[in-house]
């Protein structure tokens, strides 16, 4: 092959590298193929050289290690742009006027046209009017005071439900925007409704994570310094380049000639290290995913909530376990924001965390490294569960205590159930719309488990089955047959034949062993009949009467 410098140059590899996401990013793709580095996505691809036409092993390693880095830059580039959709969808700016004006028809027609306020004042005044008759003077008053605090905190709210809508959106965004900025180390922003823009320099440090550091250890056997990294950059910016030589060629040019013999060598270990690069990108595209839809539901949730707040707040003034509806009410809307600023704890733990690992993992080699990266993206998985509970149980525990307090030092039963943690979502939508039961896939998945179970210890059970009954037709048993008649003179006569059983000898080793069994069958029914024509029996063995004294020792013989 002739020397990788020899090559003859293109016309690109003069010059400053082009800058493709100078402007506007890329749109168009039916994969996102945003500018969240230097250079889009799609341009990082890992070359090689493929030899003659006879050399399929290196076609072949080459191939996969390309696929597999392939895979993983658009596993990433997919998650990041999800998760920007997620924090920039505005839900509040599409869905929270709808839900604005659903809770002002709701009042306005139904609430106030059924009389229903007057209802629950009706129900409250009678409520406590029976308590006292009862001997609760307190609690009945407590419970008036309460209804009147309540229906005061629920016109308040009612009077403005678009004010408070915007102004739960707007705490939200300001705490997810300044845990998000722990993690990059932005300023917070100031204005909560751009709280997506502290998004960009994450995605950026994801995408370098993911996608930039293991292409220059995958194509260029590590981080490139100058001039290399000139060249890597005029490569990239004009990518992707396939199998050509012309990237190989212009790094050579550039006095990295280790580089490029690297590059054009397909081998295992390149291969190892793209497989475990996807194989991390895949659990941080199953990370990122949940997360973004964790934040969605949240924000629709949100809106949902203020929806039917009206029936909420109308069923604050109800006394006692009246008060339910509210209760759930102010529980749901403080997991739904909890939810929202969870996850985006779990962002900043996850770019901090793989950025302290592939930091402190420098000096080990590429497989190494995402062996490390792998352990932190699985533990941001099982973290995003644990926080999720801890913000439902925080929410949880806040609505028992209210649910639970009563005027006059009395508690009542706990009745608001443990928020359940479950679901793509984490919110566990499709068990909270019905009773305390399994979903409809958990129980078919059940049934299933149980029938095959079943199944399997039935075929078990067959299978023995027709094994013991196989071995005993293939047994050669030898079986005795005895037959009573009488002589002429009508005295009894036995007659005794032998037999063996069994499956037809058709070798001559199966003839001569069934040979034997018969002779030697044949000699011991022989030797039987002797026996009991003589009239002989085996002496029983003597007998020892209670009375017998034990036989007394051999005397020794100097004694005697």
Same mark, same amino acid.
């Given at each position: 092959?002739?020397?990788?410098?020899?090559?003859?140059?293109?016309?690109?590899?003069?010059?400053?590298?082009?800058?493709?996401?100078?402007?506007?990013?890329?749109?168009?793709?039916?994969?996102?193929?945003?500018?969240?580095? !230097?250079?889009?996505?799609?341009?990082?691809?890992?070359?090689?050289?493929?030899?003659?036409?006879?050399?399929?092993?290196?076609?072949?390693?080459?191939?996969?290690?390309?696929?597999?880095?392939?895979?993983?830059?658009?596993?990433?580039?997919?998650?990041?742009?999800?998760?920007?959709?997620?924090?920039?969808?505005?839900?509040?700016?599409?869905?929270?006027?709808?839900?604005?004006?659903?809770?002002?028809?709701?009042?306005?027609?139904?609430?106030?046209?059924?009389?229903?306020?007057?209802?629950?004042?009706?129900?409250?005044?009678?409520?406590?009017?029976?308590?006292?008759?009862?001997?609760?003077?307190?609690?009945?008053?407590?419970?008036?005071?309460?209804?009147?605090?309540?229906?005061?905190?629920?016109?308040?709210?009612?009077?403005?439900?678009?004010?408070?809508?915007?102004?739960?959106?707007?705490?939200?965004?300001?705490?997810?925007?300044?845990?998000?900025?722990?993690?990059?180390?932005?300023?917070?922003?100031?204005?909560?409704?751009?709280?997506?823009?502290?998004?960009?320099?994450?995605?950026?440090?994801?995408?370098?994570?993911?996608?930039?550091?293991?292409?220059?250890?995958?194509?260029?056997?590590?981080?490139?310094?100058?001039?290399?990294?000139?060249?890597?950059?005029?490569?990239?910016?004009?990518?992707?380049?396939?199998?050509?030589?012309?990237?190989?060629?212009?790094?050579?040019?550039?006095?990295?000639?280790?580089?490029?013999?690297?590059?054009?060598?397909?081998?295992?270990?390149?291969?190892?290290?793209?497989?475990?690069?996807?194989?991390?990108?895949?659990?941080?595209?199953?990370?990122?995913?949940?997360?973004?839809?964790?934040?969605?539901?949240?924000?629709?949730?949100?809106?949902?909530?203020?929806?039917?707040?009206?029936?909420?707040?109308?069923?604050?003034?109800?006394?006692?376990?009246?008060?339910?509806?509210?209760?759930?009410?102010?529980?749901?809307?403080?997991?739904?924001?909890?939810?929202?600023?969870?996850?985006?704890?779990?962002?900043?733990?996850?770019?901090?965390?793989?950025?302290?690992?592939?930091?402190?993992?420098?000096?080990?080699?590429?497989?190494?490294?995402?062996?490390?990266?792998?352990?932190?993206?699985?533990?941001?998985?099982?973290?995003?569960?644990?926080?999720?509970?801890?913000?439902?149980?925080?929410?949880?525990?806040?609505?028992?205590?209210?649910?639970?307090?009563?005027?006059?030092?009395?508690?009542?039963?706990?009745?608001?159930?443990?928020?359940?943690?479950?679901?793509?979502?984490?919110?566990?939508?499709?068990?909270?719309?019905?009773?305390?039961?399994?979903?409809?896939?958990?129980?078919?998945?059940?049934?299933?488990?149980?029938?095959?179970?079943?199944?399997?210890?039935?075929?078990?059970?067959?299978?023995?089955?027709?094994?013991?009954?196989?071995?005993?037709?293939?047994?050669?048993?030898?079986?005795?047959?005895?037959?009573?008649?009488?002589?002429?003179?009508?005295?009894?006569?036995?007659?005794?034949?032998?037999?063996?059983?069994?499956?037809?000898?058709?070798?001559?080793?199966? !003839?001569?062993?069934?040979?034997?069994?018969?002779?030697?069958?044949?000699?011991?029914?022989?030797?039987?009949?002797?026996? !009991?024509?003589?009239?002989?029996?085996?002496?029983?063995?003597?007998?020892?009467?209670?009375?017998?004294?034990?036989?007394?020792?051999?005397?020794?013989?100097?004694?005697?």
């Amino acid at each position: 092959m002739a020397p990788l410098e020899a090559a003859p140059l293109p016309a690109w590899a003069s010059g400053a590298a082009p800058q493709p996401c100078a402007g506007e990013a890329t749109k168009g793709s039916i994969v996102p193929d945003d500018c969240w580095g !230097r250079f889009p996505s799609s341009h990082y691809d890992i070359g090689f050289d493929e030899g003659a036409w006879n050399h399929l092993g290196r076609k072949l390693y080459g191939t996969l290690t390309d696929l597999a880095f392939t895979a993983a830059r658009t596993a990433t580039a997919l998650s990041l742009w999800l998760v920007g959709w997620a924090y920039g969808f505005g839900v509040y700016e599409r869905l929270g006027a709808v839900a604005v004006d659903i809770a002002g028809r709701y009042d306005a027609e139904v609430v106030g046209p059924l009389g229903l306020a007057h209802l629950a004042w009706f129900y409250a005044v009678a409520w406590a009017a029976v308590a006292a008759l009862r001997g609760r003077l307190t609690m009945a008053a407590g419970e008036l005071v309460t209804s009147v605090v309540a229906a005061g905190l629920a016109g308040v709210v009612l009077a403005n439900p678009a004010g408070y809508l915007a102004g739960t959106f707007d705490t939200m965004g300001t705490l997810s925007g300044a845990v998000l900025a722990t993690g990059t180390g932005h300023p917070p922003p100031r204005d909560p409704a751009s709280a997506g823009v502290v998004l960009r320099p994450l995605q950026a440090r994801i995408h370098g994570a993911f996608v930039e550091q293991p292409y220059d250890h995958l194509a260029w056997d590590g981080p490139l310094a100058e001039p290399c990294a000139a060249a890597r950059d005029r490569i990239v910016a004009t990518g992707p380049h396939g199998s050509d030589d012309e990237p190989r060629a212009v790094m050579a040019a550039a006095g990295c000639q280790d580089q490029a013999e690297f590059n054009a060598d397909a081998n295992g270990t390149r291969l190892s290290g793209a497989a475990l690069t996807a194989l991390a990108a895949a659990v941080t595209t199953v990370l990122l995913v949940l997360v973004a839809a964790t934040v969605v539901v949240a924000q629709v949730v949100v809106v949902v909530l203020f929806a039917v707040a009206p029936f909420a707040l109308l069923a604050a003034v109800l006394p006692g376990a009246g008060r339910e509806l509210a209760w759930r009410w102010v529980a749901a809307l403080a997991r739904a924001g909890l939810a929202v600023v969870g996850m985006s704890l779990v962002l900043s733990l996850l770019l901090l965390g793989v950025t302290g690992a592939l930091e402190a993992s420098g000096d080990l080699g590429l497989v190494e490294r995402f062996a490390v990266v792998n352990t932190v993206v699985v533990a941001m998985v099982v973290a995003r569960k644990r926080i999720l509970a801890a913000g439902h149980g925080l929410a949880n525990s806040f609505g028992q205590r209210l649910a639970t307090r009563r005027a006059g030092g009395e508690r009542a039963a706990p009745w608001l159930p443990a928020a359940a943690v479950g679901g793509a979502s984490g919110f566990a939508l499709a068990g909270a719309l019905g009773p305390d039961r399994s979903s409809r896939s958990a129980r078919l998945a059940s049934a299933g488990g149980r029938n095959w179970m079943a199944n399997r210890r039935l075929a078990r059970s067959q299978r023995g089955a027709e094994a013991r009954a196989e071995r005993r037709t293939a047994a050669v048993v030898a079986r005795q047959r005895t037959e009573v008649g009488t002589d002429g003179d009508g005295r009894p006569v036995t007659r005794t034949t032998v037999s063996v059983d069994g499956p037809a000898a058709t070798t001559r080793r199966a !003839r001569a062993a069934r040979a034997r069994v018969e002779r030697r069958v044949g000699s011991h029914v022989a030797a039987t009949a002797r026996r !009991r024509a003589t009239g002989w029996s085996p002496p029983a063995p003597p007998r020892m009467a209670d009375d017998v004294a034990e036989p007394e020792l051999p005397v020794d013989v100097e004694e005697a």
